[in-house]
């Protein structure tokens, strides 16, 4: 068994967190989370998603595009899991450090 670091195509690259990614054929698919920001500690919680297609030895990164109303709010702890095709996404703790108890899915066919 080997680890093989994926090389990026681009500068283009989801920022670092501390969060979830799921795997779904060859994409891997990253939401949210949360990162440290600043000198103090400080923690940004996010609520973007990015997509990773990726081969042997590479990857190449773009975030998803919606209205940020139809979508999950900014999260960390969240839970989610892979079901034909489509991510589900259940709870998570806000920005605001609130328990969040909604359930969202992201369909990935045709992407």
Not at 17 to 28: D, E, I, S, Y
Not at 29 to 57: A, H, M, P, Y
Request: charged fraction near 20%; glycine fraction near 12%; charge should be negative.
């Amino acid at each position: 068994m080997v680890w093989t670091q994926l090389v990026p195509h681009s500068n283009i690259v989801p920022p670092p967190r501390a969060g979830t990614a799921r795997v779904v054929g060859n994409r891997l698919i990253v939401f949210g989370g949360d990162q440290l920001c600043d000198e103090e500690q400080e923690r940004e919680v996010l609520d973007d998603t990015w997509i990773g297609c990726f081969g042997k030895d590479s990857i190449k990164w773009s975030e998803m595009s919606y209205p940020k109303e139809t979508g999950p709010s900014a999260r960390y702890g969240y839970s989610s899991n892979v079901v034909d095709g489509s991510i589900v996404l259940f709870g998570g703790v806000s920005a605001s450090e609130n328990f969040m108890g909604d359930t969202f899915i992201l369909s990935l066919w045709g992407l």
